[in-house]
């Protein structure tokens, strides 16, 4: 079979949205039931997060259009008001975005030439001459738990923790060293691996956020990220091994990096609990003792369809192929890589284009043979990537607050919830300080248990998941901030990016 290269994939356009921060530190605010824009929220959630529509890109300018999540446009008007609607001609709704050297942008009104400006609360479209007050900060609003791929080496960055440093060395991003969290705080970025720990600005993994962790970002459009330290230096990689560490000169490019939301990667395990495999570059067997690199598949999901597909580490996608065979040599737009899912009880069965089960046969071939599903066909399967997860629901991220002793939903910074697996589909959430997570008879939650609790993880999309609670209900995400466990079925607020 021909060898295929890891193929980068194109960024989601989850991944290409932005917040926009004032100089005054509020997010620009899409206020639909006040039928106007604002910019007097503190924190990042839908109503202020943008896509950025580009139409003609430049080094250093690109001509767009902001558009919310509700699919209308921030609209310029000649009095100098901002609101939001529908474009009415050619360029109405287009800005002139420059990009400045502090990574601070500023938007110009292609009609008027006018500045997007605030004034801690009000948003207006009034002045041609460029001060602070149209300075705005862009912020990535992709879910925190991020990769880092260098389009120049076309590998991904890869934390170390054994020698306490950082490497852009990974051809393809399926260990969980290769996913970071991106903390946002006073400005500034920290990077935190798989075992929180934080990149420096001395090239070291160090054990606590502080100054000398905090790096400042550069965006651009298409998911394009820089990290510097404010002071002259880039992050970028550097030497034969590709040490990822601040310097002075990049070369091409080298200090750009595509920013996405760190994939989901799982293994499957077959009712004999063998690990599905691949073998000679394209054979799928249930014969592994151990996990390896190629028994692990990213999982990419339409939640709509509930369709599957499971691309390899090979670079390939499991597929139907002849006599009912599965192999690792299908291509994404190939039909026959379409699987449908079923869940029962955490374990997954998955049905082929032609309507069987994908079982095992009695030599460990993975085929599509059984029209009726039983335990043959029925696989365990465990996230792969993910030592932790970092929930975000409707209205925020899962978390913890001073002011609040329940766990709360809207927060705008995730806590992390350790997994300690068990059975499959089954793990106890642990909190960061190594209590276990409780519950309620009201069906909250509090963050310092004394014993663990069973969970049920079940995927419904690409980095989307559902979560049954102890009390036989599933996870949801209240309006009022607290998460609760009361929804006997699933529904939009029981829906979990992670």
């Known amino acids: 079979m021909e060898e295929m290269k890891w193929m980068q994939r194109r960024p989601k356009a989850e991944d290409l949205r932005i917040g926009l921060i004032s100089w005054a530190g509020t997010y620009l605010t899409f206020e639909a039931y006040k ?49 939001y609607g529908r474009p009415r001609s050619s360029h109405h709704g287009c800005f002139l975005l420059r990009f400045h050297r502090n990574g601070k942008w500023t938007l110009q009104c292609i009609i008027t030439g006018r500045y997007l400006e605030s004034d801690g609360e009000g948003v207006f479209c009034n002045s041609r001459v460029l001060s602070a007050y149209h300075m705005w900060a862009p912020r990535p609003a992709l879910h925190v738990h991020v990769t880092l791929y260098s389009p120049l080496n076309h590998c991904y960055a890869r934390a170390d923790p054994t020698v306490g440093r950082v490497w852009v060395d990974a051809p393809v991003p399926c260990l969980e060293e290769c996913g970071f969290l991106l903390h946002f705080q006073d400005g500034c970025y920290h990077l935190e691996t798989s075992t929180h720990h ?168 993975l085929v599509a043979n059984a029209t009726i599903p039983g335990p043959n066909e029925e696989f365990g399967i465990r996230l792969a990537n993910r030592p932790f997860l970092a929930l975000r629901g409707r209205y925020g991220y899962v978390g913890t607050s001073s002011e609040h002793d329940l766990i709360q939903c809207n927060m705008d910074q995730p806590d992390c919830i350790h997994l300690l697996p068990c059975r499959q589909g089954i793990y106890h959430f642990q909190a960061q300080g190594g209590s276990f997570w409780s519950i309620t008879s009201f069906g909250t939650f509090r963050s310092w248990g004394k014993f663990a609790l069973n969970f049920l993880i079940e995927l419904q999309g690409s980095n989307l998941l559902t979560v049954l609670a102890p009390n036989g209900f599933y996870l949801r995400a209240d309006r009022s901030g607290t998460l609760l466990a009361d929804s006997e079925g699933i529904t939009k607020e029981c829906i979990w990016e992670f």
Not at 60 to 72: D, E, I, K, N, T
Not at 200 to 225: E, N
Not at 247 to 260: K, M, N, T
Not at 311 to 322: E, I
């Open 198 to 365: 934080f990149l420096s600005h001395l090239d070291r993994l160090v054990s606590q956020p502080s100054s000398q962790t905090a790096f400042h970002m550069q965006v651009r459009p298409g998911g394009l990220v820089a990290l510097s330290d404010g002071e002259g230096g880039m992050l970028y990689p550097q030497g034969a091994r590709l040490l990822l560490g601040l310097g002075s000169s990049p070369h091409r490019g080298e200090e750009w990096f595509i920013l996405q939301h760190c994939p989901a990667w799982v293994s499957l395990k077959s009712k004999a609990r063998k690990f599905i495999s691949v073998f000679y570059d394209v054979e799928v067997y249930a014969a592994s003792e151990r996990s390896t690199p190629m028994s692990l598949f990213q999982f990419e999901c339409n939640k709509e369809s509930s369709t599957l597909q499971l691309r390899s580490a090979n670079g390939y996608y499991l597929v139907q192929r002849h006599h009912r065979t599965v192999l690792a040599d299908g291509h994404p737009l190939e039909s026959d890589t379409f699987f449908r899912m079923h869940w029962n009880c955490g374990r997954i069965m998955l049905q082929s284009s032609n309507g069987r089960f994908l079982g095992v046969a009695a030599n460990g071939l």
């Open 35 to 83: 039928n106007r824009v604002t910019a007097a929220a503190k924190g990042l959630g839908k109503k202020q997060t943008w896509e950025l529509l580009v139409s003609n890109e430049h080094e250093s300018q690109a001509v767009v259009r902001l558009r919310s999540l509700q699919g209308l446009y921030l609209l310029s008007e000649g009095d100098g008001s901002v609101g």
